[in-house]
């Protein structure tokens, strides 16, 4: 497998990149931040580290904050679960949600935020003031499943969906019923990735643009990761039982040859082995995987 394309430097740290359009989001938010009552963050199971906003803090300031951890179905629970207990620790309310399940997910976000509103309005009632009709900012990261979540919320599509970033571009208000209004912003992240395996947890989860870190890059690192913390899950769906740094071209060449990635000659055509390791993390193909694990 041919190096010729690596881009020079994205080993290391300090990966800087940074769309137009997530400043301005950024702007407008800080512009509506007196209109708002609750934060929603949304957050992805798999890397519930790496997929929370590394400056969402000072953005949103002391607003009350609800964690949604969407893609419970995907990740391992019992990693997962110690950030549940940790970011609860910290403070935050979290909920973890399967947005397959045919559940009623605007009663559980209603109650959450119901039970954040109450301490909110009993401040407003000691300054006698009126209750607040909840207005809430929903942000998240790229592909986190901000999207999905606003349409089960609403119980029609008023978003669009898909699997890869940029997909929401303005923000906008969406009236859930009559218990709250969502404000929807585009997915946004940071200024500069200064964490590599941040970067490469969020490639690998297709929350940047694939032209930010190389795709040879991300689909090795994704074995890496399935060999170091699920090596079944490598073995079962590669049929690959070993990974190292001198073995790595041997590693696609088997995959290739399992997945039929064949080009005249019968050589091993990479790009579609590449394209299948990504597509397999991105369709949700391999399941119960996490790759933020605390304290590791």
Avoid at 77 to 94: A, H, L, M, P
Avoid at 150 to 157: H, M
Avoid at 185 to 213: H, M, Q, R, Y
């Amino acid at each position: 497998m041919s190096n010729d394309n690596k881009k020079e430097g994205v080993n290391k740290i300090g990966i800087n990149w940074y769309p137009g359009h997530m400043a301005k989001t950024k702007r407008l938010i800080s512009e509506k931040l007196d209109l708002i009552d609750v934060v929603i963050e949304v957050v992805d199971a798999r890397i519930p580290y790496s997929s929370r906003i590394k400056d969402l803090d000072n953005l949103v300031k002391n607003k009350p904050r609800l964690i949604v951890m969407t893609k419970y179905d995907l990740c391992d629970r019992k990693e997962t679960d110690k950030w549940v207990i940790k970011y609860q620790n910290e403070g935050y309310k979290v909920l973890t949600l399967d947005l397959t399940l045919n559940t009623s997910i605007d009663k559980l976000i209603s109650k959450e935020i119901d039970d954040i509103m109450t301490e909110v309005n009993a401040k407003r009632a000691f300054k006698g003031l009126s209750k607040n009709k909840p207005k809430v900012l929903i942000v998240g990261v790229p592909n986190a499943g901000k999207s999905t979540l606003i349409n089960r919320l609403v119980g029609k599509k008023v978003v669009n969906v898909g699997n890869k970033p940029g997909v929401t571009k303005d923000l906008s208000w969406i009236r859930v019923n009559n218990n709250f209004e969502l404000l929807d912003t585009p997915g946004i992240l940071w200024p500069k990735l200064d964490e590599e395996k941040v970067a490469f947890n969020l490639a690998s989860f297709t929350a940047i643009k694939e032209d930010v870190l190389p795709l040879d890059e991300v689909s090795t690192y994704i074995l890496k990761m399935l060999y170091k913390y699920y090596p079944l899950k490598l073995k079962e769906r590669y049929g690959v039982d070993f990974i190292d740094e001198e073995n790595i071209v041997e590693v696609y060449d088997a995959i290739g040859r399992k997945f039929g990635c064949l080009i005249r000659g019968g050589n091993i055509d990479y790009d579609k082995v590449i394209n299948i390791i990504i597509n397999d993390i991105k369709n949700g193909y391999i399941k119960g995987i996490t790759f933020d694990l605390l304290n590791n």
